[in-house]
């Protein structure tokens, strides 16, 4: 066997030593002949700092695995047994002015969530769709693992509008998995969660350790906030009233629909003038500061410095799920697949964030059923946002782009819509190609 | 046939006069013998004056209904055929108060939607239950023609927690259907519009006259806004770029989704210092002036003043639907009724709003199917607020209580559901024996 | 107005005197201009008689309705307002075959169901489909009142694969009611059924008598099996412990799922020699007769004989429904239509024989939701059939129609299945030009 | 930890070495302290010597595991920690009168299937929640495997009438498995087919070979019947047209539905004089000998005849269940528990069999969806006739008991399922409490 082709597209990501580094680490269960770092021609810079060293890694373990960096998407996706998405359209710039362009009507300003995720999203889905359109000319059989957020919405998009074999991947329910073994100093195998919903929007129905429902025990360590946070949100505490009626586990990125008015309150101080910027602002710098160190021709490994960067667990994800896959494990993991009935409130052919057995032949959902109605009313008033969205930005359609927007559960008026669109268009108007008349 | 006995649960409401008019305008069809007017002690004195007044109009029309009080409720339902709930747990005092105590928190104050809607469901509830009760001893196979508000959520309640045959009513798609026939210069017999949805919050998806879609032509004329509203929802006008792309008619009701932030600014403007007042203090002083006239002992008709109240085509509404049971008319009205199937959107057991053939075996709704996510996503969100606040109202159960306050989507956050819901439940306390210890 | 414009496909039917009558009757209601009998060539004879009956009939009641004759389908479609199809694919003799192929293997041979259904179906699915895509190119806005048999199958066929508007009719339900009605003393307005099912296997649920659910009553009276059965059908017993476990109306039809094997000894005797011939031979004696009757020149009305023929309520049912669309009346007629979620166990897009509200916007399915056990099995597992037959009849595809035969219920294994098949596809294959290779 | 306590009831079976080995196999991953075989007084021969050969058999393997007896229920049940069901309510006797009973009628005669597995189950109802009852007061926590067939039927009964927590089990699946690993030549891991359907009416949807679908190859190898067939169904072969347009496995016994008319036939000529006698019949010798072999006090393993008896890999299918639920292992086996939505098709509190992942919290079902309409119809048809005969055998409602059996697709007529059901009732009547007067 020749070894697997791995390509990734947004290779100059900063992330890309954490995905080398897993591979790295599952070099022996996983046989990878070549890793093809794709980026745009602007990006040649960032990539060609992220090859050497990713080289440089892939000596010191040892492994024959070639890195190559390529500028012709078609040429690299020829052969390809796996493709990873982490590209970012419009780079941190773009980011910068999702999260900062809703908070002037009192409405978050996010990357994945609310009216910067839209925009993210519809900024995303002609890239993705070409990006399928190449892999079925060049690698119809390959698996897309998609990272690129809002990771949910993108995965809908391309289950919906292409025949490419995708799953949708984000580090939130491998980390809450994660965190919660720390609470309970138990063994991360030992755990395992009911997880059910949407991409950042997914809850721990059930924990169980050892076959115990040790549920109640866990929110209880929860109350003090610092337990499930992840980087990249602000550490809000959690209200201890609410949790123990919800009796689930909500996951981090659910303080922007749980609090939302706190949350709004630390976007603008840090977005005011004299804050710490907004978090792609303060990513800009993590991420000057990494490429700064991934130049040092001394460095072989992920620097520690890393870990700041948000995407805890990302690799370990990203190439334990490629690994299910290539070696037909049958393992659950918990990833973003199609719906096919697994949740009974939602319709078949949306996208959901669910467990998930992974093998060879793709992702089989496990049975969630009837969600309660605690989940149900904003899992559903969530999804018929990102159905419209999806509808709005593959169309290119206004109309449905203002019901998208008006109909997400934290925008508070039409009114509000019609400016957050007019505004989205505007600033967002060179990589809305959809969108033009 | 001795005629029928038609009981009225807060019979000295300022509405009864519009309600025994629509009877006497229906005499033909529906004889009826006696129309017994219930009340508690403190409502004496306005009760007997309405008393006075129906008895002078049905003589006035020639009729033979005798009119009747009291206020010994089980006496009275003792041979209901039908019985009407309009009362007011705490009268106009607590609707203020409904309007008022969200407003500090920036959230809406309505007697129906939001946090006000729910203060009065839950002070409703036990009274409801114990008529169900009162009902189900002493006239076990008459009609519950509920309008108490929120009329949906009041009669999701007796029918998930009673035996009672209950229908839920609101002038609010009459209402609907009669404006249109105005703006078409149309007969309203030869409108037909498919009504889907809850109470306060139905769509109307699809309006036909003669059989021929005219929707889009209504959408049009409602952009001035004047067109479809009510006395009692400030008159904002509607947005061409919203109704468009929806492309179904909104109800008066959904202004306060739609445009949450512009009526919001309306409440709190009337309810500031030098403002006209809420809703509850402008219809306190209509009521002081329409007893007045009531007492007139010339009086012998509804006076014009009544329309002031809000409630046009309520008593069209009423015994039109009351004809239809009795008559055994399979005729469509639009009411509150058990889902069953009929929007497969939403849990079989919940109640919604939509056509129905009305017979003497009761409501038997129209298919709907599936709604469009422009529809589905707020009306789930809805929904499950609602299902939660029965739960709590029911049991007296505070985490539900907080779980369907942080569920509805006016609330912006679980920080100010916990506030809303303390603040309720000390306000209403003496009507809230279900949350005592 | 200048009058409405009925075509009516198989014009030559021994059935069309009964249409006209009820077009005569209600001809108050319905100004009918033109009354196109459509026929094929070889029908000419008959189609003549009839056309000049109708006309007699016509004059004698003093309309002015024109009766012409059309054998060029598309000439004759152009301005139609409704067409009528009762055409008959091979005429009683294909009917004959149908009824005796299965004989042999032990298997029911019925015009509608089972085996000889499935040969009729596929026989009319090529016909049904070229008249509607006739339909689209002449009189797209007109409806399709189709009687054609198996009517649900063929409904479906039409509803699936045309856009053209149609609606499946059937007697069997109104023969029920009628049926009911005397039996009941009663006035028929009087008798409401809750009718669900597919046609020809539709149950009454419930039967209402002014609102008095007289269901059990009504078993009671029917175990006789005289009361509700029909001039096709043979007239067995029903069993009364049977009936009132089911606590529901079985159709007549349903004899052929619940007394198969005395249903099939009923049709191998009378198909053996010196039996009175299958239903089909016996029919083709009626016709000729009612055809010599037709052609007595004094004759003016539709004579008594032709209630042997078995369409009792036929025109009455056919041109109820046709006043019911154009008068815009909203009444309730019990019809083949699209489920659209009215009966949650069955697919929505299958067409069902339900109780609908007719209106010019059509038929609108009350919400009938989850089915009983005793129902629910045997109506999914005949519609599993007819999805199957639908898709092997409109694509030709000889494996989807082995599994339809393999899934019907009165098919006894794949083995006789094959045979079935194998032999409708041979004495047919005149008719299947789908199946041709 | 001290080791788990198994009970097994019905220890007395022939099949109790079978489960030892079984234990024996695992006996590293899976720490048995103690299996107490619990059968009636009247099964104390047979018990005492199959305990004999068991703790000859463990102590040949040298393992600690302390084999006891026991006819005392509830004294055997406290403590335990899983309990298997493998009793059979009145012997090989009466399900030798099962599989003769429906013959005369023309009707096949079958341990699980028609009307003789409703019999069996009728038996087997009181007995199982009678069983649940003495675990709910002994062994609340502890798992029940329900071998006890129809272990579908007794599986959905202990699920809807009682708390404690089961899991059925068949070994058809994976004897579907391992035989089809043999026709390919593969390693049993690398297989995984998606099972889904009822017990005894299960399909293989799709099956994998490394991630490749080779399902098409596989029923060409399926055609000459031999490869998949079971020791104890007559091997009747697969027809190509047929298995071809399916595209999926059926399992063994699906032949007694698509080879209805040449199964009753292999019946009838066994059960005829001269013939073979009926399954129990052989089965009866099978076992004698096998008690011979197993008094021989040189004997410790479980002799080779064993293999004719039909079980193969029960003990597989029982042990590696039993160890994926104590090691809390997530692996994906093929049982019966309930379906909550995995088959949108099904009821969600009806038992289906399907895989699931299995763990320390019991079994969580694959998502299935929509099955296509080949599979839908039949299945749903079975279940219905399941639900009406758990209602039946639980209440001992005689009315229920003849909707069962005249739902069920292999009885031809109301008439025949009246005669059935008066032939069982009196056969059976010893074992039927619930249905005495
Ligand atoms: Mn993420
Ligand atoms: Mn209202
Ligand atoms: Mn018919
Ligand atoms: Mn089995």
């Keep these: 066997m020749p070894g697997l082709k791995v390509v990734?597209?947004?290779?100059?990501?900063?992330?890309?030593?954490?995905?080398?580094?897993?591979?790295?680490?599952?070099?022996?269960?996983?046989?990878?002949?070549?890793i093809c770092l794709v980026d745009i021609p602007d990006g040649?810079?960032?990539?060609?700092?992220?090859?050497?060293?990713?080289?440089?890694?892939?000596?010191?373990?040892?492994?024959?695995?070639?890195?190559?960096?390529?500028?012709?998407?078609?040429?690299?996706?020829?052969?390809?047994?796996?493709?990873?998405?982490?590209?970012?359209?419009?780079?941190?710039?773009?980011?910068?002015?999702?999260?900062?362009?809703?908070?002037?009507?009192g409405v978050l300003g996010q990357e994945t969530t609310g009216p910067g995720g839209f925009a993210k999203a519809l900024r995303t889905m002609p890239v993705i769709l070409a990006i399928c359109r190449d892999m079925a000319a060049c690698c119809p059989d390959a698996w897309l693992i998609n990272f690129t957020n809002p990771a949910g919405l993108i995965t809908e998009t391309v289950l919906k509008h292409s025949r490419i074999k995708c799953i949708g991947l984000c580090n939130v329910p491998i980390h809450m998995k994660m965190n919660i073994a720390k609470l309970l100093e138990a063994d991360p195998h030992d755990i395992f969660?009911?997880?059910?919903?949407?991409?950042?929007?997914?809850?721990?129905?059930?924990?169980?350790?050892?076959?115990?429902?040790?549920?109640?025990?866990?929110?209880?360590?929860m109350l003090d906030g610092a337990a499930l946070t992840m980087k990249n949100i602000p550490n809000l505490k959690w209200d201890g009233d609410f949790l123990k009626s919800l009796g689930m586990l909500p996951c981090p990125y659910h303080r922007y629909y749980y609090m939302t008015d706190d949350m709004l309150a630390e976007e603008q101080a840090a977005a005011a003038p004299g804050g710490g910027g907004t978090r792609a602002e303060v990513v800009k710098?993590?991420?000057?500061?990494?490429?700064?160190?991934?130049?040092?021709?001394?460095?072989?490994?992920?620097?520690?410095?890393?870990?700041?960067?948000?995407?805890?667990?990302?690799?370990?994800?990203?190439?334990?799920?490629?690994?299910?896959?290539?070696?037909?494990?049958?393992?659950?993991h918990t990833v973003n697949t199609s719906n096919r009935g697994a949740i009974s409130d939602l319709p078949d052919d949306c996208v959901i964030e669910t467990n998930c057995v992974i093998g060879k032949n793709g992702?089989?959902?496990?049975?969630?059923?009837?969600?309660?109605?605690?989940?149900?009313?904003?899992?559903?008033?969530?999804?018929?946002?990102?159905?419209?969205?999806?509808?709005?930005?593959?169309?290119?359609?206004?109309?449905?782009?203002?019901?998208?927007?008006?109909?997400?559960?934290?925008?508070?008026?039409?009114?509000?819509?019609k400016q957050l669109l007019a505004d989205l268009l505007k600033i967002n108007a060179v990589y809305l190609p959809q969108f033009r008349d």
Excluded: C
């Design 193 to 221: 969660i009911d997880f059910a919903g949407l991409n950042h929007l997914v809850w721990g129905r059930t924990v169980w350790h050892k076959g115990i429902d040790v549920t109640a025990g866990v929110l209880d360590k």
């Design 285 to 332: 710098k993590v991420e000057e500061r990494l490429f700064q160190l991934y130049q040092d021709p001394q460095l072989a490994e992920k620097p520690a410095e890393l870990e700041k960067r948000g995407g805890a667990y990302y690799s370990d994800a990203a190439v334990s799920l490629i690994s299910a896959i290539f070696n037909d494990k049958r393992e659950i």
């Design 363 to 417: 992702a089989l959902p496990l049975t969630v059923g009837k969600l309660p109605p605690e989940l149900a009313g904003l899992v559903q008033h969530v999804k018929a946002y990102e159905i419209l969205a999806v509808e709005a930005g593959v169309r290119g359609d206004r109309g449905k782009a203002l019901q998208a927007l008006a109909n997400h559960p934290l925008v508070p008026s039409v009114g509000v819509a």
């Design 8 to 34: 990734v597209i947004g290779g100059g990501s900063s992330y890309t030593p954490e995905l080398i580094d897993g591979f790295i680490r599952r070099a022996a269960e996983l046989p990878t002949a070549e």
């Design 44 to 105: 040649q810079k960032k990539v060609r700092i992220v090859a050497d060293l990713a080289r440089r890694m892939v000596d010191k373990a040892g492994l024959a695995t070639e890195i190559t960096i390529s500028f012709d998407r078609q040429a690299a996706l020829s052969g390809a047994d796996f493709v990873v998405t982490q590209f970012r359209v419009g780079g941190l710039d773009a980011r910068a002015r999702d999260e900062r362009f809703p908070l002037p009507y």
